[in-house]
Structure formats: structure tokens, C-alpha cells
């Protein structure tokens, strides 16, 4: 039987290489970012007329706000489902999703041309309910409101009786202490609303991305092309989600020292197996009713693509993940879960870039130099954010040290003498 869930702040050195890589990363995008932004779009991009969009809305977008569905999967297996064996990756799957879908965000802010026009979808005689763009937007900003206000239980438990102001400052402290507790006791009351009410909103914009391509019936690759294309990318959101959570457990594990939950990630893992069969089922279904199994052997670029994503990305995992010796391994499930991560990835990226192919362009899109420093820093600055807070509040639940403590060998020798 899996151990009680005891999340606790990670109390390992802060200043590691990782760190270091991550602020040089950060700044190399910074210098991008700023050249973006007084210079403009054409500065540092290889974006046009013909091709409005590039990596930014495809992959920190569309891609990045798939990847942080683990957050709304896993709520709803452990509060909608009570499947409190999973309880232990909660809050590590709510804060990758926070994360995740403030990072895109903040990519569409400054993929946007007039970026200080990014308040307007918050203002109801700008709505236009037509749109599946607009209710992208509204969507993704109602659930990074409440994937915001599911954290601050966490916030709440990390402060409570531990308010310290010193100074003038100190007259606060009681005030402070009262208002967290009663946070705590609100929202613990609304909770469960807040989640269903998440899953519901998370499922609408992942579909309405897919159907944002839609508009484009006649510049979209007919490998990728379909109208069902909403319901594949909700379909395919749900083994991302439980992918990452479970690639994030692991690579967090490792780097402490500590011993992956296996009790906790090999059932997961049977869930991630489940939701990419079905999705694999549709996509191959898709392909056959629509006819266009012919042009994947004609050896074109769209072909070579197409193939990859679902081989390796899609079908590869899901034979792994049908092992149940892989299962069984923290590597196995951190290689099948790298590459659901991949396939998801390159699939947006080929819906939004590869199968675009808007008509009399003279050449293909391909990201500048600045697209990729941008995208990158940005990456690094939220994986450096999510360093900070698991140092600071009870996010990870710390399994068992990986090594045994190197006091033993001394006690058997104290014993020998």
C-alpha cells in the first residue's frame, strides 16, 4: 500500500549547475526579448503576412498548454474520481500546470504585434463569441484563475503559524495569520467546484485550439487536415498530462537523491497507456475513413513527418507502456513518457507549421535565431521558477533517499572496536 502523502519544501542547495545553466539560458532570451520589443517583430523573427504564426503559437502555445494538463488529469482522478493513491502528485502535477499555461501566456504576449492589446478579451464589448480564438482566450485566462486560486491552499498551509515580521512591520503578523486562515477555511469550502469547473474549462480550449484550424480548410496538409481535429487534440491531451506528471516525478526524484514513487507511478502509468490507446485508435481511424493512408509511404516531407510524430512519438510509447516490464522501471516509464512528450510536441508543431501552407508563399517559415533564444529563455525562466517554489513551499512529496546514510559503516566499526 502506497505511504501517506507528505509533501514538504525541498531542502537541497539552491546554487547548482542547473541553476547556473538556467540564468545563462534566461539571458540569452532576455537579449532576444528586448530586441523583439523595441525593434519589433521583424527584428527577430521570420514571421510574415503569409505566415503569422511560427514556434511561439505552436509550441509554447499549443504544445506548452497541452503539457500542463497533468495539472486538471490528475485533480480530477484524485477529487472527482477519489483515487487517492495518486494523492502524492497533486500538487506537483497543480504546479507544473500553473506553470505551463503562465509560460504560454507569456508567450502569447510577446508573440502578439500590438502586445499592449493583450487586455482586450477581458473587456465584453471587445467579445466576439464567434471566435474559437476568443474562447481559447477566455478559457486559458478562467483556468489560470482558478489553477491559481487551487494553489493557495499550499500558500496558506506553507505561512500559517509561521508569520514572523520583525520591525514595524511586526503589527501584521496577527492580521496576516488570521486572513491565511481564512483563506484556507474558504476555499476549502469551494474547492471542489473550483476543480470540476477546471476540468470542464480545460477540455473546452483544448479542443477549441483544434478548431482554431479549422478556419484553414483549404492551407492545411490533408494528412493533418479533419474534422474531427478538435476532438484528437482533447484526446490526446489526457496521456500528456499524466505523461509529464510522471517524467516530472521522476527527473525530480533523481535530482534529490531520492527514490522514485513506483507504487504511485506504475499504476499511473496504466492510465497513461489507456487514454493514448484510444487516442492512437482515433488518429489511425481518422486516417483510414478519410482515405489518405496512400500518401504516407510517398516519401514527401509532410509524409516523413506525419510518420515520425506517430511512431515515435505515439506508438512507440504506447508498445513500451504495454510491457509490463517497462512499467516496472523508473526508466522505462521516464523514456515512454519523453516520448508522449515528443509526439505531443511535434504534433502541434506540424498542425500549426509543417501542414500551413498558406497559398503564393514564396518560402517555408522557419524559426530565426531570436525565435528559438526567446523560446528557450523562456523555458528556463519557468523551470527556474519552479526550482524556487518547490524551495519554498510543500509541493513535492519526498520519497525514501536513494542511498543509505553514511553513518552505518561508521556505527559497524565503532561496533568492531
Not at 497543480?94 to 503562465?102: K, R
Not at 473587456?123 to 477566455?138: K, N, R, T, Y
Not at 512529496?397 to 566499526?413: C, E, K, W
Amino acid at each position: 500500500m502506497s505511504r501517506p502523502s507528505r509533501p514538504e519544501p525541498v531542502s537541497a542547495p539552491f546554487w547548482t549547475p542547473y541553476v547556473y545553466t538556467l540564468l545563462v539560458l534566461m539571458a540569452l532570451g532576455l537579449v532576444a526579448a528586448l530586441a523583439r520589443f523595441i525593434w519589433g517583430l521583424g527584428a527577430v523573427t521570420n514571421l510574415s503576412d503569409r505566415y503569422p504564426w511560427g514556434i511561439w503559437k505552436a509550441v509554447s502555445v499549443a504544445a506548452g498548454v497541452a503539457l500542463a494538463t497533468g495539472g486538471f488529469t490528475t485533480a480530477a482522478l484524485v477529487h472527482v474520481f477519489h483515487r487517492e493513491r495518486y494523492e502524492p502528485v497533486v500538487r506537483s502535477a497543480l504546479l507544473v500546470a500553473l506553470l505551463g499555461y503562465t509560460y504560454g501566456a507569456t508567450s502569447l504576449f510577446v508573440d502578439l504585434g500590438r502586445y499592449y492589446n493583450i487586455w482586450h478579451p477581458m473587456w465584453p464589448s471587445m467579445w466576439q463569441g464567434d471566435s474559437a480564438l476568443f474562447e481559447v482566450a477566455i478559457c486559458i485566462m478562467t483556468y489560470m484563475l482558478i489553477m491559481y486560486v487551487e494553489f493557495m491552499p499550499i500558500v496558506c498551509e506553507r505561512f500559517i503559524g509561521r508569520v514572523h515580521l520583525q520591525g514595524a512591520l511586526a503589527a501584521f503578523n496577527g492580521p496576516l495569520d488570521r486572513s491565511l486562515r481564512f483563506i484556507q477555511g474558504a476555499l476549502g469550502r469551494i474547492l471542489s467546484v473550483l476543480l470540476v469547473a477546471g476540468v470542464v474549462i480545460s477540455c473546452m480550449h483544448h479542443s477549441s485550439l483544434g478548431s482554431l484550424m479549422l478556419i484553414a480548410r483549404y492551407k492545411l496538409d490533408s494528412l493533418w487536415y479533419t474534422p474531427v481535429l478538435p476532438l484528437l487534440f482533447l484526446l490526446s491531451v489526457f496521456a500528456a498530462g499524466f505523461a509529464v506528471v510522471t517524467a516530472e516525478s521522476l527527473a525530480t526524484t533523481w535530482v534529490l537523491g531520492r527514490r522514485p514513487r513506483m507504487e504511485v507511478l506504475r499504476p499511473l502509468s496504466n492510465y497513461t497507456l489507456i487514454f493514448l490507446g484510444v487516442y492512437l485508435i482515433a488518429r489511425v481511424a481518422d486516417v483510414l475513413i478519410r482515405g489518405v493512408q496512400g500518401r504516407l509511404l510517398e516519401g514527401s516531407l509532410s509524409s516523413r513527418f506525419f510518420l515520425l510524430e506517430v511512431g515515435l512519438g505515439f506508438v512507440a510509447p504506447f508498445l513500451m507502456l504495454a510491457s509490463r516490464r517497462v512499467r516496472r522501471t523508473p526508466e522505462g516509464l521516464m523514456v515512454a513518457s519523453g516520448l508522449i512528450i515528443f509526439g505531443i510536441v511535434m504534433n502541434r508543431a506540424n498542425v500549426f507549421i509543417t501542414a500551413y501552407q498558406p497559398s503564393y508563399a514564396a518560402t517555408r517559415y522557419f524559426p530565426s535565431l531570436g525565435e528559438v533564444l526567446i523560446t528557450v529563455g523562456l523555458l528556463a525562466f519557468f523551470a527556474f521558477l519552479h526550482r524556487i517554489a518547490v524551495g519554498i513551499f510543500p509541493v513535492v512529496d519526498l520519497g525514501p533517499r536513494s542511498r543509505p546514510l553514511r553513518a552505518a559503516p561508521v556505527q559497524a566499526s565503532a561496533r568492531s572496536t
